[in-house]
Nanobody
Framework: QVQLVESGGGLVQNGGSLRLSCVAS????????MGWFRQAPGKELEFVAA????????SYADSVKGRFTISRDNAKNTVYLQMNSRKPEDTGVYYC?????????????????WGKGSLVTVSS
């Protein structure tokens, strides 16, 4: 069974960079599509980025395209989210997510593995 633990959150200045990591335990990580969601204060959970099981396909929310990059290292059971050119509206709790199906990972109701979240705050 896959368990997910995020790290790397914190305070970053407007325009700065930060990288989140998500380490997965369990043998099935390599077969899972992985993704990141975020929830800003007072707002709903939203999809941020996704990557398929071998890292060859990625997708992004329009709001982060060109600024964020998702990647994975299956040898380390880790998925990353590199966030550049941060904006205050990027503030929120970021959740790592996993699904057996890449096509489903964009939809929070079809994610079957969640991390506990990592808070990222962008100062204006």
């Amino acid at each position: 069974q896959v368990q997910l633990v995020e790290s790397g959150g914190g305070l970053v200045q407007n325009g700065g960079s930060l990288r989140l990591s998500c380490v997965a335990s369990g043998r099935t990580f390599r077969g899972y599509a992985m993704g990141w969601f975020r929830q800003a204060p007072g707002k709903e959970l939203e999809f941020v980025a996704a990557i398929n099981y071998n890292g060859r396909s990625t997708s992004y929310a329009d709001s982060v395209k060109g600024r964020f990059t998702i990647s994975r290292d299956n040898a380390k059971n880790t998925v990353y989210l590199q966030m550049n050119s941060r904006k205050p509206e990027d503030t929120g709790v970021y959740y790592c997510a996993g699904s057996p199906t890449y096509g489903a990972i964009r939809h929070s109701n079809r994610v079957d593995k969640w991390g506990k979240g990592s808070l990222v705050t962008v100062s204006s």
